[in-house]
């Protein structure tokens, strides 16, 4: 069975600071890796996906993540932190016979 | 263009009642799934449609959860006698082809089962 964990339930950055939101999955066979973001009361938002090929994946916002196969990760990142980041930031994972599995979540807040 | 809709945005129901939960996908797009938010977690699958047929039912809790997209484009989450452990943010999204295509998601639905 697929899951996914993100092992912190919040990141604190000050603004202007680089990021980091954790990611680690488990899954048989090749991956497919996903992160959203979710704004209050809104849905969530498509950031970025690793498919194949280069592991260093960039996104909308700024936003990059790094897919390292031996480690089972794949953490988003951004270099610089702006305070309308502060939001709720989820990653998934997909294989083909599965279905979509979502993360719990983390919340990130960026302090001015 | 415009992005997948829901409504209601907001339900509120008496334990036992019926609810139905529209969906209305990105025009074109041949997959639709339908997820369960509670608070603090992270969604949870329910059900996918590829076209008009539930290609995946297998996230639905019980007999009492139940959808629908009889013309392969809006979609009905349909719960019947409701009970307070329903009650979520109930959202829609919708991908081109299914599969590891990116699902884009809908506002989704609060239900609040009194």
């Known amino acids: 069975a697929q899951s996914v964990a993100q092992p912190e339930d919040q990141v604190n950055v000050a603004e202007g600071n680089p990021l980091t939101v954790k990611c680690t999955y488990s899954v048989s066979g090749n991956p497919y890796l996903f992160w959203y973001v979710q704004y209050p009361n809104r849905g969530l938002q498509f950031l970025l996906k690793?498919?194949?090929?280069?592991?260093l994946v960039k996104g909308s916002y700024g936003f990059e993540a790094e897919f390292n196969k031996s480690q089972t990760s794949f953490h988003l990142k951004k270099p610089s932190a702006l305070v309308s980041d502060s939001a709720l930031y989820f990653c998934?994972?997909?294989?083909?016979?599965?279905?979509?599995?979502f993360g719990p979540g983390t919340r990130l807040s960026v302090l001015p | 263009g415009a992005g997948v809709s829901q409504t209601p945005s907001n339900k509120v129901t008496e334990k036992g009642k019926y609810v139905e939960l529209r969906c209305d996908p990105i025009?074109?797009?041949?997959?639709l799934y339908w997820y369960r938010q509670s608070l603090g977690q992270g969604p949870e699958f329910l059900i996918y449609f590829q076209g008009t047929g539930a290609a995946d039912d297998s996230g639905l809790p019980n007999d009492r959860f139940f959808a629908v997209r009889p013309e392969g484009s809006v979609s009905t989450l349909k719960i019947q006698r409701t009970e307070r452990g329903d009650s979520a943010v109930y959202l829609c999204?919708?991908?081109?082809?299914?599969?590891?295509?990116?699902?884009?998601f809908g506002p989704g639905t609060r239900l609040t089962v009194l």
């Open positions: 999204a919708s991908s081109l082809m299914g599969g590891a295509d990116t699902q884009y």
């Open positions: 025009s074109g797009h041949t997959a």
């Open positions: 690793y498919i194949t090929g280069d592991n």
């Open positions: 998934a994972v997909y294989n083909y016979g599965q279905n979509f599995v």
